[in-house]
DNA sequence: CTGAAAGCGCTTACAG
DNA sequence: CTGAAAGCGCTTACAG
């Protein structure tokens, strides 16, 4: 690997010369620059990514933290991760994922590594120990979800708003018997799962402000255990005529066991999977019903929260709330006359 | 941020002394020792890892490259991701995802910076540019799949075992008929994917081998196209009783496709996935008979080789071949009389 | 066991 | 427009 001292010495210039030429710092003259730039042509030279670093206090990296060790990526995580990675190289930053287990202590020796410009957080908790890691060690950040504290840079889906539209939807279409199936992660360390959380309460709240009778059931994120929740929601309200999901993967076990139970899906029984996405939507059988998570807007907003904040053109921590969209499957339908 | 320096001065060394002891790499006297810990301690000393990378010429960090933008993380990538994070912690080593698009130019960049110990590149295709680029940069790597080229290191699953392995399972239960839905890939540049390729051969070489007839159907990766592939088999056999399916995502379509048309699974006709995965198996209504990717294996192995390479201590560039597994589900049972 | 010093490959005021 | 020089925060022979 040439060095910027060997192309300085091919060229006859200063190395100081040649990195405002490689950098583009600095005028030079059109003759200099043409004989630096043959001198690195025929050099093959390559910029050292980690001299720059130490000498500029700046990687020009982000990074994702993300619990890779207790979670899925589906595809509304992928689709967030693709677009946060090509917007950060559109502002001229690396964008990489840090799988890190979800304690706080591994955290830190990445991030006094000097190795990060800034990072980006997922799966917050609304009360969080790595937000805690974050801030002691100073490296600027920006979450993908909440914490119970307002006052840091956050984007987030509006489950209130989500849970509204999802209930508007289904009373349109005459339900009034409405169940939640809510994730249950088996981690205690998730205990306090914001979207389980914040979408629970837009449920109740939602159901209680239509004068119905919330019925929650938690359910981890898998096909069997999908088939024992939908079974607890029958004994629960036999009369339900709709369930609402916020746990994808559970999905295939609600409708096989709504099936075997004699139900039809939705002549007698309508689906919605909330804050999900239309791949998985397809994945089902009939194609689900789903209000998609704006995963690609939240990569987007994300990653630009963060680097605005880097280069400091940022009044304020911004905290963005978006809503899902509504894209109507083959899962959802008009209420039985039973129970209209 | 205290720097070795101050740290030094505080306990009233060389910072070269902080330096042994920080990385344990010479013997101190414990008293000395002792002072410089606690200094250490008042100060909060974090070690810069880009300083230290400079002088060292290492970063202790490894990446895995993976096409971000074209492919789906499964349960089968995942549990790779997870198992190779962890060997590489193990080993004392970073380890991150880098997703970068599959052309060679992007990569250059990164490879060139100095920031990366050893890379582990993932979704080989049998002739690939991405390696080239590899080889050049001489950053070292390990491949996980193939390219044609027999003397680079990789860990690849063993297309032709577990072929073989399907079909003597689906001939055991007196299958004749057994057509291939194999995988293939919008985008021109994977064009010559592994898997695909190797499957495709090795299916029509067994079926050849016991005297049977291969069909194959190429299908992509979603449950619509899956339908499409369903329905294309039963036309071009429509004595059929067994299903092969290398694409992992079609499967709900084929299924659904199967039921609309009155065969039952596995009464009429058997599914089996082949370098699957159980979670993805569980999803399927009926749950799927899969033969599982050994995706932890793949990941200890890979990570274990390339950071082997790094450290020396190896012989010759690893190549490893591993076997799937067949997990029986639901979806597969004897032929229907009417074919036997 | 400990220290003085060179060096890793850049960036960035400061001068001219 | 160009250069000499200090400095980023470490590691690592080399001496003692």
């Known amino acids: 690997m040439a060095t910027m001292r060997e192309v300085a010495e091919r060229a006859n210039v200063s190395i100081a010369t040649v990195s405002f030429v490689v950098n583009d710092t600095k005028p030079v003259s059109p003759e200099t620059r043409a004989r630096i730039m043959t001198a690195m042509a025929e050099l093959g030279y390559q910029r050292n990514a980690v001299a720059r670093a130490l000498a500029s206090h700046r990687t020009r990296i982000v990074a994702l933290l ?18 946060a990675a090509s917007v950060a190289r559109e502002r001229g930053y690396d964008f990489v994922l840090w799988p890190v287990a979800n304690d706080a202590e591994q955290m830190s020796s990445l991030l006094a590594g000097g190795l990060l410009d800034g990072v980006l957080l997922m799966e917050v908790q609304l009360d969080d120990a790595r937000v805690d890691r974050l801030i002691e060690s100073r490296v600027p950040f920006a979450l993908i979800g909440r914490t119970s504290d307002a006052n840091l840079p956050f ?15 289904l009373t349109g279409l005459g339900h009034g018997h409405i169940a939640l199936v809510n994730e249950r992660i088996p981690d205690s360390t998730h205990y306090s799962d914001g979207p389980q959380v914040r979408g629970e309460l837009a449920y109740r709240e939602g159901m209680r402000a239509r004068g119905l009778v ?27 005529t709709a369930i609402l999901s916020m746990t994808e993967l559970a999905v295939p076990g609600i409708l096989s066991e709504l099936r075997r139970t004699g139900l039809r899906v939705p002549a007698d029984i309508s689906v919605l999977g909330v804050s999900s996405s239309s791949e998985m939507g397809a994945l089902s059988d009939p194609v689900l019903t789903t209000l998609n998570a704006p995963a690609t807007e939240l990569g987007g907003l994300g990653v630009t929260a963060l680097i605005d904040q880097l280069e400091g053109n940022l009044a304020g921590p911004p905290q963005i709330l ?17 129970s209209a």
Chains 1, 2 share one sequence.
């Open 322 to 338: 978006l809503d899902c969209t509504l894209v109507i499957g083959e899962s959802t339908g008009p209420a039985p006359t039973r």
């Open 155 to 169: 984007v987030d889906i509006d489950f209130d708003a989500t849970l509204e539209q999802a209930l508007d939807y």
């Open 214 to 240: 919330p019925h929650v059931v938690s359910c981890e994120g898998n096909p069997l255990d999908g088939r024992r929740a939908a079974t607890e929601v029958l004994r629960l309200e036999p009369r339900t």
């Open 66 to 83: 993300y619990p890779a060790l207790d979670h899925r990526i589906g595809p509304t995580v992928m689709k967030f991760i693709t677009e």
